[in-house]
Every structure is written in C-alpha cells, then in structure tokens.
C-alpha cells in the first residue's frame, strides 16, 4: 500500500516545501488590514491554501506578529497551517475516504476560528 501511495507523497512533500519556500511573512502580512474577524477568516484560508510544518508556522506566526499582524489572524493562520490543508487533501481522500476528510475539514475549520477568537479575547482581557 506504501508503494502505490509513494508518487502521491513525495507529490505533497514537494508541494508544500514549495510554498514554505515561496510564501514569506511580508507577502502574508499584505492580507491582513487590523479587523479581527476578517484577519481571522483570512488567516485560516492563507493557512489552509499555505500548509506546511509546524515548527515552520511559528517561526512564520512571529514575523506576523512582529509586523503587526492581530493575535487573532496569526493564531487562525497557525492552527490552520498545521490542522487544515488543500495540498493533501487527495492523499486524504485516498486513505480514509470523502466522508472522513469533509467532516475533519469542516471540525477543524470550525475549531480553528473559534480557538483564534477565544484566544484573541483572553489576551485582550488579560492584558
């Protein structure tokens, strides 16, 4: 099964190290304009469309923060980078189904803006 999945992994890998490479935090940062609903929504697709590693998301996550970019955008981009994913969505199809991967998908999506929120909030009250 690992060989016939092999050209559909190595596909992916190549995909997102791709647009790790091409993708920078300047080019992300121009998404954003300061409204924390819409710099969430923002944040999860561009995390989405842009998956990669996680280690590499918050070395990202902080050069957004660092240019200014809201606590609210930089998490939805971070949890979505790591949870959600166009790129692997065939491979996803391929070994757990259509019905698996929508529903991830959709709960993820979900949990992603409200965690981007809820934390957005709770700094704000704290600070």
């Known amino acids: 099964m690992f060989w ?8 992916i890998m190549g995909l997102v190290g791709l647009l790790e490479t ?9 998404f954003f ?3 924390p609903v819409a710099d969430t929504l923002v944040g999860t697709l561009a995390g989405a469309a842009a998956t990669g590693n ?8 902080g050069e957004l923060l660092q240019q ?7 998490t ?17 199809v391929e070994m757990f189904g259509v019905r698996f991967m929508v529903l991830r ?14 934390t957005g909030l709770t700094v704000q009250v704290l600070s």
Do not use: D
């Not at 200014?68 to 930089?74: C, H, M, N, Q, R």
């Open 33 to 35: 304009r300061g409204r």
């Open 68 to 74: 200014g970019i809201s606590l609210y955008a930089v």
């Open 22 to 30: 091409l993708v920078t935090p300047k080019m992300l940062a121009t």
């Open 76 to 92: 939805a981009f971070v949890l979505s980078w790591v949870t959600l994913g166009v790129i692997q969505l065939p491979l996803e």
């Open 54 to 61: 996680p280690v590499v998301s918050y070395l990202l996550g």
């Open 105 to 118: 998908n959709l709960l993820a999506l979900a949990g992603t803006m409200l965690i981007a929120v809820l």
């Open 4 to 11: 016939s999945m092999a050209p559909l992994l190595v596909g």
